[in-house]
C-alpha cells in the first residue's frame, strides 16, 4: 500500500468548570505516516492544560455526512448507518481499543494505544454532519492521580475494496493481538491442556448461588457490615443437594458439563471478601464440599470456583483500610452495594503482593481442575489505585490481573472471567457473555443512531475466547426475568417465565455462542437440557475462528469458520433458500467442511399462528400437513387469556376472552392434531377456538 497523504486531526479540549468557567481550545495536529496505509497521532501529555476535563481528537476521515454510503462501528460491533440529522451515542468503557468508520470502498479504523481505559467512545451527528471520536478523561485520570502520567496515542489505518468492511477491521485487529497481545487460539492451547478441550465441548451451568446473604438497597439503614454485624446467610443450594441436583442433570442426558461453584466460600456468595476460606458452613462445609468435588468428577463433570478478588467489604476477615482503592485526595474508591454491602474496590498490586497467590493454592488443594473463575476482571475497566504506598495505574493493574488469571491457568488448568473486555483476552479460557448490546437493542434502549450489532468481537475472539454472545442469550430456554433487575446475586435473577425467546437462541448460534445457565433451581434441569440439545450440533466449531459475518438477504445472514463450515440464520417470517436448502423463519442451516447439510428442529414449537380479524380468528400453520396438538395459547397485545378447556373425543374448546381485533395468538404443541374451525361467541369480544383431532365436523 502507498504512503498516505500528510493528514492532520482536530483537538479540542474542554477547559475549566464545566457549566461554569468553560472553555474550548482547538488545534490542529500533523500526524505521522507509520506505514502501510497508517498514521499516528501523538498528543505529548505536557500540552494538555492542567484543567483539561476532555480532549476530543477528529481527523477528518472520521467525518461524514448524512447520505454517506457506509457506517460508523464501536468495539462491540454496534454501528449506526449514516441517516440522521441529530444525534448523540457515546460509550464509556470499551471491550477492545478500536472503532471505525466506513465510507464507500474505505473504511478508517482507529486503534487507541494509550489511554485505552481513559476515553468515551461518541458519535455525534448535527445538522446531518457526523463526528466519530474518542473524547479522552482527564478528569477521571486526575480523580486518582494528580498528573497525566502518559501521552495520547492513537494510531489510525485504512483499509481498502474487499477489506474495508466490519470482517476487514477485526481481522487487522485480532492479527495485531496474535502478533503483539500474546493472545493463542484455542487449538494452539489445547494440546496443553485438557480441560480446554473438555471446555469446547460443555455449556456452563454456575450455581447460582449455593448460599448469599441479602443485599442491601440504598433505603436500608445500615449499608455497612462489620464482621458479625451481617444479616443471616441464606442457603439456596446446600453440597448435597448440588450434588443431587449434578445428578439430575446427568441423568436428563447432559454428558458434558463445566461446573462454576459460586457461594462456596465464607459467607456465601460476595459475603466477606477479600479472602474466601473457610468453605462456608452454612451450606455444609468443608467436608460435603469435597463429596461435591468428587461427585462432579464421578459423573465426569468439570468443577471450577467462583472467586472475586475486586470487591472488599468491612466484614472481610481481611478488612483493613490500607488495601483499598484509593483517589487523588485520599478517599476511598467505592462500587456498587452486593451481598457484603457497600463494596471498596481491592488494589490487585496489594493483594498479589500480600495474600492472593496462598489463597489461591488453597483453592487448588480443594481438587479443583477446571477454569478459575475471577468476577469482574474482563467486566469492566481495571481500578486505579492513587495510594502513593501502592500506586497502580490501569494499565498496571491490568497486568496485575493477567498475572493472576495465568497463576489460575497453572494451577488449576483454566481461567474465566465475566465479561469481553480484552485487557485480560491473552489469559481467558471462556466468558460468561460479551456485553449487554444485544439486550439493550431488544429492549429499545440504544440511541437512536444504532442501526444494531455486527459480531466484531466474536470475529475478533471466535476460536480463541468461549463466550456467549449477551446478556440477552444467558439462560435462554428459562425465558426472560420475572424481575426488572440485573444484579445476579440475587435469587429473584433466577425467576424465568418459561416462554424461550427463539431470536435469543438464533442469536447465540448465528454469533458463534454457547449456552450458560446461572440456577440453583431443579426446575431448570429440563431447560438446561434443550440448551444442550440446541447447542451439541455446532459445539465442534468452538475450536475454530471466525471468518467472516455477511448479511445475504434483509434479515438473512451467514457466518463462516476457518474450517469451511458456514451457518446461515433466517430471522424473516418467510423461508429462505440457500444452496438448495430451505432455511425456515427463525431457524438455520449448517453446511459441513464435506458439503452435508444440517438443520435442526425449530427452538420453540409454534405450529401456528392465528389472527382475530371481524371477530374470527384466521390461522396461519407453519406445517399444517403435520398438525399439532393443543398444548398452550398466548395471546400477544391484548388482555384476552385461556379460560375454557373440554376434552371429549380428543376436542378442545377455547375462549380468548376480551380479544380485540388484530390480536396475534400463539399456539404450541407437540402431538398430531390440527384445528377445526373457529366459533365467534356471543356478546362482547369474546372468541372460541375449537382444535382437535381429525374427526366429523361439529356445529356451533
Not at 444525534?87 to 487507541?112: I, S
Not at 443437594?241 to 465464607?266: I, P, R, T
Not at 478488612?319 to 457497600?342: M, S, Y
Not at 384466521?618 to 398438525?627: P, R, V, Y
Amino acid at each position: 500500500m502507498s504512503p498516505v497523504r500528510a493528514e492532520t486531526a482536530t483537538v479540542r479540549m474542554h477547559c475549566g468548570d464545566e457549566g461554569r468557567d468553560d472553555r474550548v481550545e482547538l488545534r490542529s495536529v500533523e500526524m505521522a505516516d507509520i506505514g502501510d496505509g497508517g498514521l499516528r497521532f501523538v498528543l505529548p501529555k505536557e500540552e494538555i492544560p492542567a484543567d483539561a476535563r476532555v480532549v476530543e481528537v477528529i481527523p477528518g476521515f472520521m467525518r461524514a455526512q448524512k447520505g454517506d454510503p457506509g457506517y460508523w462501528i464501536q468495539a462491540r460491533g454496534t454501528f449506526g448507518r449514516f441517516d440522521q440529522d441529530d444525534g448523540l451515542y457515546v460509550k464509556e468503557r470499551q471491550l477492545m481499543p478500536v472503532f471505525g468508520v466506513k465510507k464507500g470502498d474505505t473504511l478508517w479504523y482507529a486503534h487507541v494505544k494509550s489511554w485505552r481505559f481513559d476515553y468515551d467512545f461518541t458519535v455525534r451527528a448535527k445538522d446531518g454532519a457526523y463526528e466519530v471520536y474518542p473524547a479522552f478523561r482527564c478528569d477521571r485520570v486526575r480523580a486518582f492521580f494528580t498528573n497525566l502520567y502518559s501521552d495520547i496515542v492513537i494510531d489510525f489505518r485504512r483499509l481498502d475494496g474487499n477489506r474495508a468492511d466490519n470482517n476487514g477491521l477485526a481481522k487487522a485487529y485480532q492479527r495485531y493481538q496474535r502478533e503483539h497481545g500474546g493472545v493463542r487460539t484455542i487449538k494452539e492451547r489445547i494440546p496443553g491442556s485438557p480441560e480446554l478441550a473438555y471446555l469446547c465441548e460443555a455449556p456452563v451451568v454456575r450455581i447460582q448461588t449455593h448460599a448469599a446473604k441479602p443485599i442491601p438497597d440504598e433505603s436500608d439503614a445500615k449499608l455497612f457490615f462489620k464482621k458479625g454485624e451481617e444479616p443471616p446467610v441464606s442457603v439456596h443450594m446446600p453440597f448435597g443437594v448440588a450434588e443431587e441436583f449434578l445428578q439430575a442433570l446427568k441423568d436428563a442426558g447432559v454428558d458434558k458439563l463445566s461446573v462454576c461453584s459460586a457461594g462456596w466460600q465464607d459467607g456465601g456468595y460476595d459475603g466477606r471478601v477479600p479472602g474466601h476460606f473457610p468453605v462456608g458452613a452454612e451450606a455444609g462445609g468443608a467436608d460435603a464440599f469435597l463429596r461435591l468435588v468428587g461427585k462432579a468428577k464421578a459423573l465426569g463433570y468439570q468443577f471450577a470456583l467462583h472467586a472475586t478478588n475486586t470487591d472488599g467489604y468491612m466484614c472481610s476477615r481481611l478488612w483493613n483500610p490500607e488495601w483499598v482503592c484509593k483517589r487523588a485526595d485520599g478517599t476511598f474508591d467505592k462500587g456498587g452495594l452486593w451481598a457484603g454491602g457497600q463494596c471498596y474496590w481491592v488494589c490487585q498490586k496489594y493483594a498479589w503482593e500480600h495474600w492472593l497467590p496462598e489463597e489461591m493454592k488453597e483453592m487448588a488443594a480443594l481438587g479443583i481442575r477446571g477454569p478459575h473463575y475471577i468476577d469482574v476482571y474482563s467486566a469492566t475497566y481495571p481500578q486505579r489505585c492513587g495510594d502513593p504506598r501502592h500506586p497502580c495505574t490501569p494499565e498496571q493493574t491490568a497486568a496485575y490481573q493477567n498475572r493472576i488469571l495465568a497463576e489460575g491457568r497453572r494451577l488449576m488448568g483454566g481461567a474465566a472471567s465475566e465479561s469481553g473486555y480484552d485487557h485480560v483476552a491473552a489469559n481467558l479460557d471462556y466468558i460468561n457473555y460479551i456485553e449487554r448490546d444485544l439486550q439493550l437493542l431488544e429492549d429499545g434502549k440504544q440511541s437512536g443512531l444504532v442501526a444494531g450489532v455486527y459480531p466484531l468481537w466474536e470475529l475478533v475472539y471466535h476460536g480463541i475466547i468461549l463466550y456467549t454472545s449477551d446478556r440477552w442469550c444467558q439462560n435462554h430456554t428459562r425465558g426472560k426475568c420475572l424481575y426488572k433487575l440485573e444484579k445476579s446475586g440475587d435469587p429473584r435473577w433466577m425467576e424465568g417465565d418459561g416462554v424461550e425467546n427463539p431470536r435469543a437462541a438464533l442469536k447465540n448460534i448465528e454469533f458463534g455462542g454457547r449456552p450458560i445457565f446461572y440456577t440453583y433451581k431443579f426446575a431448570d434441569v429440563p431447560r438446561i437440557k434443550k440448551a444442550w440439545e440446541e447447542f451439541a450440533p455446532v459445539r465442534h466449531l468452538q475450536r475454530e475462528l471466525m471468518t467472516r459475518h455477511d448479511e445475504l438477504a434483509p434479515d438473512v445472514y451467514r457466518t463462516s469458520f476457518e474450517d469451511g463450515s458456514q451457518i446461515v440464520s433466517n430471522y424473516g417470517e418467510t423461508p429462505y433458500l440457500w444452496l438448495g436448502q430451505t432455511v425456515r423463519p427463525l431457524g438455520y442451516v449448517l453446511k459441513r467442511p464435506d458439503g452435508s447439510f444440517f438443520q435442526p428442529a425449530p427452538f420453540v414449537e409454534t405450529p401456528g399462528t392465528a389472527t382475530l380479524r371481524n371477530r374470527r380468528l384466521e390461522l396461519d400453520f407453519a406445517d399444517a400437513a403435520h398438525g399439532f396438538a393443543l398444548k398452550s395459547i398466548v395471546c400477544l397485545d391484548t388482555n384476552a387469556s385461556f379460560v375454557e378447556e373440554t376434552g371429549d373425543c380428543g376436542f378442545w374448546e377455547i375462549t380468548l376472552r376480551s380479544a380485540v381485533d388484530g390480536s396475534f395468538v400463539t399456539l404450541n404443541g407437540k402431538s398430531a392434531c390440527r384445528a377445526r374451525r373457529v366459533i365467534p361467541t356471543r356478546g362482547g369480544g369474546d372468541m372460541r377456538l375449537c382444535m382437535g383431532r381429525p374427526c366429523a365436523p361439529r356445529r356451533a
